[in-house]
């Protein structure tokens, strides 16, 4: 994961009744601190760059020694990262000769494999999407070619504009699977439209355009997905640019103001939330930098001016971001231009985003989430937000990734909660579950065969050819849980309340970061990687920093099973690689527990 050092992120500490009293971002935040006073850099920015494209120019040449035999999105990429190092002065292959081969090694090789209609077959078959893709980059790779009229570039560019105006016309046409992929064909075509201009190209923008953009009261796009979310705010950005269309930049600044309540002190982005993939996964900021860098100079915004700064400091940034930049520089003056003047960014705060039910808390390196917003009815697909993790919290270095709530009630498998409230100084979540058993159908409703509809039960666990709905039900038994989350100085007091139907296992999971060490835990017998907590306080610690986490809670072993029957009748988990550590109980079930 991205690393950034303590002392260099931990700038400015804010009261959190300060911070309650103004809206993200006010520029009461961050006034009166001039650019030269924080923004220090060992070199100039646009000379790493330029150094960090010509090391990866260096990389492309060797590598196009070899037969490209595979088609992937990098070589879009690749294409401008050779086009960048061409066209920069400062460049040490700066109008190389040297370099034409390889662009046309790679234009010829997409010629090669593009298909009848103008389509690429990777991602998805045929898929205009996975086509706006490799788009971009090129298209800005040609832009630069374009300015510049040696006759060495002349095969190289007509083979480009051959493949880019193919596919255009399939984009131009085409059709996508999500809803970021309107903004992502969108930006293509306006990129294809400012080196070969068609009227059919615009035409097409604004009938996805016509659609209407989707941003919510706390800044989240449809899918609410921290990947997504850079992919459309780039998108945006690009047909707000090369289109003239400014209105399209609103939906990003929102964007982009809720992404800093994100981000963890180390560049992690918090992803509980999203609908799509990486909802259980991790995703870092650093893709994020040319808009919060872009936006802070057109609008003069140091708020955003401070995230861009940040995102510099990130552990990665030199060989994620500059080495992907130069070009981008080089066709947008406004990149290069130095950052307005801007104060430290605020690492205090308290955040509740209450379209997806999530809060944030942070207290210098220390930060918690909670989560409550899964949508229901629980389907497990993509598009659905479906993550158990309902808390994790973080103290510098050491990361506590998940804490999931499990009972053995029907196999209904990990606690969701029904939304995030809050509650004087806490946060609640609850969930209510009620199973039935099933009586016989009504005389007028009965089938001689026996051959009833398939149906899902009433309870949403399982399906049979029962017609579910229409039979009456008895002997409902419930279970409620409630967790209520008490912050006070970084330090976290969790109640969980299990009652409803007795005797039934309770067990809550805390999965800590790989590579830690454990303490005051007793290890479970079947598993090295499974841990106990029965009593008293655990500690879970990572280079300097530590959580400490009690008193524990042992009733039980039961450690199979904790997904629940929308999982294990397909063999599947959501286990996920850590060390974890257990808590457990019967109900009625009562425990306080603290992290600090």
């Known amino acids: 994961?991205?690393?950034?050092?303590?002392?260099?992120?931990?700038?400015?500490?804010?009261?959190?009744?300060?911070?309650?009293?103004?809206?993200?971002?006010?520029?009461?935040?961050?006034?009166?601190?001039?650019?030269?006073?924080?923004?220090?850099?060992?070199?100039?920015?646009?000379?790493?760059?330029?150094?960090?494209?010509?090391?990866?120019?260096?990389?492309?040449?060797?590598?196009?020694?070899?037969?490209?035999?595979?088609?992937?999105?990098?070589?879009?990429?690749?294409?401008?990262?050779?086009?960048?190092?061409?066209?920069?002065?400062?460049?040490?292959?700066?109008?190389?000769?040297?370099?034409?081969?390889?662009?046309?090694?790679?234009?010829?090789?997409?010629?090669?494999?593009?298909?009848?209609?103008?389509?690429?077959?990777?991602?998805?078959?045929?898929?205009?999407?996975?086509?706006?893709?490799?788009?971009?980059?090129?298209?800005?790779?040609?832009?630069?070619?374009?300015?510049?009229?040696?006759?060495?570039?002349?095969?190289?560019?007509?083979?480009?504009?051959?493949?880019?105006?193919?596919?255009?016309?399939?984009?131009a046409t085409g059709g996508v699977h999500t809803p970021n992929h309107r903004w992502v064909l969108s930006a293509a075509l306006a990129r294809i439209n400012a080196i070969y201009p068609d009227p059919k190209y615009v035409n097409r923008v604004n009938d996805w355009l016509g659609e209407g953009i989707f941003i919510d009261q706390d800044g989240h796009y449809l899918e609410r997905s921290r990947i997504y979310s850079e992919v459309i705010d780039r998108s945006l950005i690009t047909m707000a640019r090369l289109l003239n269309k400014p209105v399209l930049l609103e939906p990003v600044r929102k964007n982009l103001a809720m992404t800093y309540f994100y981000m963890e002190p180390n560049g992690d982005l918090v992803t509980n939330d999203s609908r799509r993939q990486d909802q259980f996964s991790s995703k870092n900021i650093l893709d994020y930098y040319h808009h919060y860098r872009y936006l802070a100079n057109r609008d003069n915004n140091a708020e955003f001016a401070?995230?861009?700064?940040?995102?510099?400091?990130?552990?990665?940034?030199?060989?994620?971001?500059?080495?992907?930049s130069l070009f981008y520089f080089l066709e947008d003056p406004l990149l290069k231009k130095e950052l307005p003047a801007f104060a430290a960014a605020p690492v205090t705060y308290e955040k509740l985003f209450t379209t997806s039910s999530l809060a944030r808390i942070r207290r210098g390196n220390t930060t918690a989430t909670l989560f409550g917003g899964?949508?229901?009815?629980?389907?497990?697909?993509?598009?659905?937000?479906?993550?158990?993790?309902?808390?994790?919290?973080?103290?510098?270095?050491?990361?506590?990734?998940?804490?999931?709530?499990?009972?053995?009630?029907?196999?209904?498998?990990?606690?969701?909660?029904?939304?995030?409230?809050?509650?004087?100084?806490?946060?609640?979540?609850?969930?209510?579950?009620?199973?039935?058993?099933?009586q016989p159908l009504a005389t007028e409703l009965r089938k001689p065969d026996g051959d009833y509809t398939l149906s899902q039960s009433i309870d949403g666990r399982f399906w049979n050819k029962m017609d579910f709905e229409n039979r009456p039900v008895s002997n409902v038994k419930t279970l409620e849980t409630t967790i209520t989350v008490t912050e006070n100085k970084g330090r976290l007091s969790i109640d969980f309340q299990v009652k409803g139907s007795e005797n039934v296992p309770v067990t809550i999971e805390l999965c800590f970061n790989e590579g830690g060490k454990l303490a005051g835990v007793t290890a479970a017998e079947d598993n090295s990687e499974n841990h106990f907590l029965e009593k008293e306080t655990g500690q879970y610690s990572f280079g300097p920093d530590t959580i400490s986490f009690g008193p524990g809670a042992f009733a039980h072993q039961r450690l199979r099973g904790l997904d629940g029957e929308m999982y294990s009748s397909h063999f599947g988990t959501l286990r996920t690689k850590g060390m974890h550590v257990y808590l457990t109980g019967f109900t009625p079930f009562q425990h306080r527990l603290t992290l600090g």
């Open 1 to 171: 994961m991205s690393k950034i050092s303590r002392q260099t992120f931990l700038m400015q500490s804010l009261s959190l009744s300060a911070l309650a009293m103004l809206p993200p971002f006010s520029s009461n935040l961050f006034a009166g601190t001039a650019a030269s006073a924080n923004y220090q850099q060992k070199e100039d920015l646009y000379a790493r760059m330029v150094k960090a494209n010509d090391k990866r120019v260096a990389a492309i040449l060797e590598s196009l020694q070899a037969e490209i035999k595979l088609l992937k999105r990098s070589l879009g990429y690749d294409f401008a990262n050779l086009a960048a190092s061409y066209s920069a002065p400062e460049s040490t292959y700066y109008k190389s000769a040297a370099l034409v081969p390889g662009m046309s090694r790679i234009i010829q090789f997409l010629l090669k494999v593009q298909g009848a209609d103008g389509n690429l077959d990777f991602g998805n078959l045929g898929s205009p999407p996975d086509t706006a893709f490799i788009l971009e980059p090129l298209c800005v790779a040609v832009s630069l070619l374009l300015n510049n009229k040696a006759k060495v570039l002349n095969e190289v560019k007509a083979d480009a504009k051959k493949f880019i105006v193919k596919a255009g016309d399939a984009l």
């Open 374 to 438: 899964v949508d229901w009815p629980l389907i497990i697909a993509s598009g659905r937000s479906t993550s158990p993790n309902f808390l994790s919290f973080r103290k510098g270095e050491a990361i506590l990734k998940y804490m999931r709530l499990s009972t053995g009630f029907f196999s209904t498998g990990y606690f969701r909660s029904d939304g995030l409230r809050k509650v004087g100084n806490s946060y609640v979540l609850y969930k209510k579950l009620e199973v039935p058993y099933y």
């Open 306 to 324: 401070a995230i861009a700064s940040l995102i510099e400091q990130v552990d990665g940034f030199e060989e994620h971001v500059l080495t992907q």
